[in-house]
């Protein structure tokens, strides 16, 4: 078993920037990717970020695209979400993900194995 821990999440003005980071643990730790997902009440969980945990290679979503960066240090197991000019609309629960196989498409939130908690991002206006 896999888990995952989020942490970093907080109150931020509109314009500020926040990181999130995700820490894996549990087995030996082998995953093909590491993806960012966020959710509001209501509505489905959306995808932010991936990074492919070997090569690094970045997948983004349209609406965060040059004000987020996902990266992992590969020693400590860990992913993280680098947010800057924060809008409120970015205001959600960010959850991290793994995804243990082979992927070429890393946007499908049904196609990862492990979850973390969640942490609340709120943006003020």
């Known amino acids: 078993q896999v888990q995952l821990v989020e942490s970093g999440g907080g109150l931020v003005q509109a314009g500020g920037s926040l990181r999130l980071s995700c820490e894996a643990s549990?087995?030996?730790?082998?995953?093909?990717?590491m993806g960012w997902f966020r959710q509001a009440p209501g509505k489905e969980r959306e995808f932010v970020a991936a990074?492919?945990?070997?090569?690094?290679?970045?997948s983004y979503a349209d609406s965060v695209k040059g004000r987020f960066t996902i990266s992992r240090d590969y020693a400590k197991n860990t992913v993280y979400l680098q947010m800057h000019s924060l809008k409120p609309e970015d205001t959600d629960v960010y959850y991290c993900?793994?995804?243990?196989?082979?992927?070429?498409?890393?946007?499908?939130?049904?196609?990862?194995?492990?979850w973390g908690q969640g942490t609340q991002v709120t943006v003020s206006s």
């Open positions: 990074i492919r945990w070997k090569s690094g290679s970045t």
């Open positions: 549990g087995r030996t730790f082998s995953s093909y990717a």
């Open positions: 993900a793994a995804l243990g196989r082979t992927k070429f498409v890393l946007t499908a939130p049904s196609d990862y194995d492990y």
